[in-house]
């Protein structure tokens, strides 16, 4: 993390960074209603978080790629327990938040956008996780959104089957969304 020049330690850096994009969440209804909305939309992590630690993230997403998928998995295990996410991290985690970024990656043209801008195991993998938090928020009977799972099942299983071979997750990714699958259907 010295190669970055952060001024405070890296846990405290991005937990900061997280909050801040907690706090500031991507609109994700009515997006295209006018061009500035979906404008704010497609740079949100840009105008959020700022070049600085955009290239800073950029350089660590680069050389940490292969651990990419192992910390969205253990990220996401880690909002069942949002007190020690607070307690450790200091990030206030609701669970609102949460279904907003999915929304946003799944239902948006800006997160959609920003996920085409990524490599194809990171987009995959962000899918995924997004198809969970909704689907958890189904189980829990708040789904604020609305949103309709299947399409972005059936287009991730595809994606993956024909795509993924390097995906360390890949098995448990199919299982979970052939689960879902069945599940809405």
Do not use: C
Request: hydrophobic share 35%; net charge negative; charged share 30%.
């Amino acid at each position: 993390m010295r190669d970055f020049g952060l001024k405070e330690p890296s846990k405290t850096h991005f937990s900061k960074l997280l909050q801040k994009l907690i706090d500031n969440p991507p609109v994700v209804i009515r997006e295209t209603d006018d061009l500035l909305t979906l404008l704010k939309n497609t740079a949100h992590f840009y105008r959020i978080l700022d070049k600085e630690n955009i290239t800073v993230l950029k350089g660590i997403l680069d050389r940490d790629r292969k651990s990419f998928e192992q910390i969205l998995k253990t990220f996401y295990g880690l909002t069942y327990h949002p007190e020690y996410l607070q307690k450790e991290y200091s990030l206030t985690l609701p669970l609102d938040a949460l279904h907003d970024y999915a929304a946003f990656f799944l239902n948006t043209i800006g997160g959609k956008l920003y996920l085409f801008r990524r490599d194809s195991a990171s987009r995959m993998t962000v899918s995924y996780y997004a198809i969970l938090v909704i689907d958890r928020a189904n189980q829990e009977g708040n789904n604020p959104h609305g949103i309709d799972l299947r399409p972005a099942i059936d287009s991730l299983i595809e994606e993956i089957e024909n795509t993924a071979k390097n995906l360390k997750f890949r098995d448990e990714y199919l299982d979970n969304l052939y689960d879902l699958k069945e599940k809405y259907n």
